[in-house]
């Protein structure tokens, strides 16, 4: 077991670098298109902005609506026109599902809500107990709420799988490219130098 693992760790260095990429510093005139390459904003997103001279992605704390972590990417001094497009797929997945976790999480704290006030009022209670804390209601009644909501949203949530699967796939399909296209660009050079 112990050689397995040393193997894979001699193993593991070569293959990360020839995945990693070109040079690992952005241009200083390169900070200002990096910022408006970062996906639209829900609002309710952290306004944090990585370092200029990261060469990582970041991922950011989670927005307060959908409760996803924004990822900012990171854009290579010599990103290669396969290496954008792939970015450009990540960043639009990351922004379509930010924007569908947001609408969903804020509809269901609406009717969430609705559904609490409609049984407290049907019971006789006010939004507010004797001490003065929020009411609530037990769990096999909010139960049927959440039953009912996923029914309700069965649809949307079946379309919202089959969209994610294929956006997963395509971005999966491009990092294979990309990772093929680095590891030509890697070897290249060193065919040259042989002749």
Not at 79 to 102: D, G, I, M, V, Y
Request: glycine share 6%.
């Amino acid at each position: 077991m112990a050689a397995l693992r040393r193997g894979r760790k001699t193993l593991l260095p070569p293959v990360c670098r020839a995945f990693a990429g070109r040079r690992c510093q952005l241009a200083p005139e390169r900070g200002a298109e990096r910022r408006d390459a970062a996906p639209r904003r829900v609002s309710g997103v952290s306004r944090f902005c990585p370092p200029r001279k990261s060469c990582y992605d970041w991922i950011g704390p989670p927005d307060k609506y959908s409760n996803l972590r924004p990822v900012h990417f990171y854009i290579p001094e010599n990103e290669s026109p396969l290496e954008q497009k792939l970015r450009e797929l990540r960043q639009e997945t990351q922004e379509w599902n930010q924007q569908f976790w947001a609408n969903q999480n804020l509809t269901f704290s609406k009717e969430k809500k609705e559904f609490i006030h409609s049984r407290l009022k049907a019971e006789g209670l006010g939004l507010r107990t004797e001490s003065g804390q929020k009411a609530t209601l037990n769990a096999e009644e909010m139960a049927g709420f959440y039953k009912e909501f996923l029914s309700k949203n069965f649809q949307k949530h079946m379309c919202y799988n089959r969209e994610w699967y294929k956006r997963n796939f395509a971005i999966t399909f491009f990092m294979g490219k990309v990772a093929l296209e680095r590891i030509r660009n890697k070897l290249r050079p060193k065919q040259k130098s042989s002749n």
